[in-house]
């Protein structure tokens, strides 16, 4: 495809989460189909030789500013046809390329109490408006498509859907290599997991409260929840004092990333009760390393996880210490699981979403400018 591209990142240089895991695989897809994206890094850049830096947009409210004066300029000095925010947040309404953006959820839209002042003022102030300025939105899920219609007002035909993929490092270790990773960590068998933020939104008070219920029945399992402490992460913490748990819940932050294939390798069962997600990504890497799964019948997790996972209604704590006791005492439905996990994790491919991808600009390059 012999199309300029300007593709948006920021934070990368950073701790990478969700959103920047999907930038860093779709960015090395694209290259690895051809195209040769011009990487516009916020703030200074991360070393690769196709990167410009936006020197004035290292922190958010820089991005959203001036960045636009340095994003316009190097589109016009670069020659781009097209300009990619996979943040989904920019304006890009200075830019005379095509401009697409990918928006990963609305969750400050659906929980509102669960979300930033910063987060509910860029969705509902910043978005509408940053809208009106692109050719083409790329969302992860059909849930999430919805969603932006609904609470944004866009025409559902300015969206497409195209879902993520997990890397080729979460896929089945060896017994040997996962207990050598997970011994580093400190980290025994059995246990059951979680990998996530620590936030509201990610139900993990009700998380807790089903992994007490199941402490009568067995103390076998550990639980063990990896992942960062966002905003609002208090109630997990006071939860787990409250029921008495500290002694049983290991909770070793953000680890390395080519340590969390192990992890998910070394558990007996992926418990994540998520409230809302634009996708659910962890889903889909536990079942690559043929980890059973538990998720929730809420939002896009059912699209994700298809009829390979045990779904329960989140809300629900006795549904959810009930399954997960299923899956803990049923060897046949735990062995189930995992194939059928492994099956369904085979169907997304990087490959394919950056397939999809370039559709979206050359959809986009041979419409009007700013036409619908």
């Given at each position: 495809m012999n199309v300029r591209v300007g593709f948006i990142t920021y934070a990368l240089n950073r701790t990478v989460g969700g959103i920047g895991r999907y930038t860093r695989e779709l960015l090395s897809a694209l290259r690895q189909r051809g195209l040769s994206p011009i990487t516009l890094q916020a703030?200074?850049?991360t070393g690769h030789e196709q990167a410009i830096a936006l020197p004035a947009a290292g922190l958010l409210p820089g991005l959203l500013?001036?960045?636009?004066?340095?994003i316009a300029w190097i589109a016009h000095q670069q020659r781009l046809d097209v300009v990619h925010d996979p943040t989904?947040?920019?304006?890009?309404?200075?830019?005379?390329?095509?401009?697409?953006?990918t928006i990963h959820d609305v969750i400050p839209y659906i929980y509102p109490a669960a979300s930033t002042r910063l987060d509910r003022l860029i969705y509902r102030a910043w978005l509408p408006f940053a809208l009106r300025h692109v050719d083409a939105i790329i969302t992860v899920s059909e849930c999430s498509k919805a969603d932006i219609v609904r609470l944004l007002g866009v025409p559902p035909e300015l969206v497409s859907v195209i879902g993520e993929a997990t890397n080729p490092n979460y896929r089945p270790l060896a017994l040997a290599d996962t207990r050598a990773m997970l011994q580093h960590y400190g980290i025994d068998f059995p246990y059951m997991l979680y990998v996530g933020s620590i936030e509201a939104r990610k139900n993990l008070v009700r998380l807790l409260e089903a992994y007490a219920r199941l402490r009568p029945w067995s103390q076998q399992?550990?639980?063990v929840i990896v992942g960062a402490r966002r905003w609002q992460a208090g109630p997990v913490l006071d939860t787990l004092q409250r029921l008495e748990l500290?002694?049983?819940?290991?909770?070793p932050g953000m680890v390395a990333e080519e340590a969390l294939p192990a992890f998910y390798n070394g558990a007996d069962l992926f418990v994540f009760p998520s409230l809302y997600e634009g996708f659910g990504l962890p889903v889909l890497e536990a079942m690559a390393c043929g980890t059973p799964v538990i998720t929730?019948?809420?939002?896009?997790l059912p699209e994700v996880a298809g009829d390979a996972a045990l779904l329960v209604d989140?809300?629900?704590?006795?549904?959810?210490?009930?399954?997960m006791r299923r899956v803990l005492e049923d060897s046949h439905l735990a062995a189930n699981l995992r194939a059928k996990g492994l099956r369904r994790a085979q169907q997304f491919s990087w490959e394919r979403t950056a397939q999809e991808t370039i559709a979206v600009?050359?959809?986009v390059l041979g419409r009007t400018h700013g036409g619908r």
């Open positions: 703030g200074r850049t500013t001036v960045g636009q004066l340095e989904g947040v920019n304006p890009l309404g200075l830019a005379r390329a095509r401009r697409v953006v399992w550990k639980l500290l002694q049983d819940v290991y909770l929730s019948n809420t939002s896009s989140p809300q629900d704590v006795e549904a959810i210490a009930q399954a600009y050359e959809r």
